[in-house]
T-cell receptor, first 113, second 116 residues
Framework: AQRVTQPEKLLSVFKGAPVELKCNYS??????LFWYVQYSRQRLQLLLR??SRESIKGFTADLNKGETSFHLKKPFAQEEDSAMYYC???????????????FGQGTILTVHP | DTGVSQDPRHKITKRGQNVTFRCDPI?????LYWYRQTLGQGPEFLTY????????KSRLLSDRFSAERPKGSFSTLEIQRTEQGDSAMYLC??????????????FGPGTRLLVL
């Protein structure tokens, strides 16, 4: 069975500081990895996915299959980045996407002015 | 608002009562998912539909839970004989699947259930 672990429940940084939200996963096959974000009073929304290899709102994440990690990074945190962040995994095999997402417990990021 | 909608947004019920939640997906999205989220945890998968077919159910979904998507559009999630442990946020998501790696799940605002 697949599992996603986010070791930090809370993470606080000051504005302008680098931030890294950790995500580790266990899955024997080929995973798709995602970061979802939930801002205060808003719904859960996709931030980025490993396959896109893009930077969204200054955030990047690299899939490291050797370390089974998908850490989310931003070089200069902004106050508006304060939110709950969830790492999620989905199975992908043989051209078929297995739709359900397996989420980590989430990390609350607070960026202080 | 053309996003996923859920109704009601909040529900308070007494233990033993039945409750039903509704989810309206984004138009033309053929996949619909239900998740449950308890305090301090990430969302946990319950079940999903492709059109009207229920393709997978989690072991979390006891026989008191039933979900339907009769015409492949909106879906309902019913909990019979509610227990205090059912108190949670129930999230619905929809997607245009199967688009392989391009599938994105869009989440609704959730229904918060409190069982007294």
């Amino acid at each position: 069975a697949q599992r996603v672990t986010q070791p930090e429940k809370l993470l606080s940084v000051f504005k302008g500081a680098p931030v890294e939200l950790k995500c580790n996963y266990s899955y024997s096959g080929s995973p798709e990895l995602f970061w979802y974000v939930q801002y205060s009073r808003q719904r859960l929304q996709l931030l980025l996915r490993h396959i896109s290899r893009e930077s969204i709102k200054g955030f990047t994440a690299d899939l490291n299959k050797g370390e089974t990690s998908f850490h989310l990074k931003k070089p200069f945190a902004q106050e508006e980045d304060s939110a709950m962040y969830y790492c999620a995994l989905r199975k992908y095999a043989g051209g078929t996407s297995y739709g359900k997402l397996t989420f980590g417990q989430g990390t609350i990021l607070t960026v202080h002015p | 608002d053309t996003g996923v909608s859920q109704d009601p947004r909040h529900k308070i019920t007494k233990r033993g009562q039945n409750v039903t939640f509704r989810c309206d997906p984004i138009s033309e999205h053929n996949r619909l998912y239900w998740y449950r989220q308890t305090l301090g945890q990430g969302p946990e998968f319950l079940t999903y539909f492709q059109n009207e077919a229920q393709l997978e159910k989690s072991r979390l979904l006891s026989d008191r839970f039933s979900a339907e998507r009769p015409k492949g559009s909106f879906s309902t999630l019913e909990i019979q004989r509610t227990e205090q442990g059912d108190s949670a946020m129930y999230l619905c998501a929809s997607s245009l699947g199967d688009r392989g790696l391009a599938e994105t799940q869009y989440f609704g605002p959730g229904t918060r259930l409190l069982v007294l």
